[in-house]
Nanobody, 117 residues
């Protein structure tokens, strides 16, 4: 059984940076794709970024391209989301999820990111 735990959220001013971490326990996630998603109040959960199991392929939603960077350290069973130039519209609960068989079906509990203007 895999468990994912997010950390690194917090409150920052617009233009600031945060680095989120997604640590896996219970089973190595080195064979899974890992994605970051976010959900703002009153909105649907949306895809933010993903990294393939080898880390060689990364994907981003258009609104974060050039500002966010996803990376993984399989030796530490951890995936990171470096977020720079944060905007108030980035405010949301951020979740990481693992996809071992093509579907994101293992989710963390989320970490709050608040960006003030």
């Amino acid at each position: 059984q895999v468990q994912l735990v997010e950390s690194g959220g917090g409150s920052v001013q617009a233009g600031g940076s945060l680095r989120l971490s997604c640590a896996a326990s219970g089973r190595a996630t080195s064979s899974s794709s890992i994605g970051w998603f976010r959900q703002a109040p009153g909105k649907e959960r949306e895809f933010v970024a993903a990294v393939s199991w080898r880390g060689s392929n990364t994907y981003y939603t258009e609104s974060v391209k050039g500002r966010f960077t996803i990376s993984r350290d399989n030796a530490k069973n951890t995936v990171y989301l470096q977020m720079n130039s944060l905007k108030p519209e980035d405010t949301a609960v951020y979740y990481c999820a693992a996809a071992f068989t093509g579907t994101y079906n293992i989710w963390g509990q989320g970490t709050q990111v608040t960006v003030s203007s």
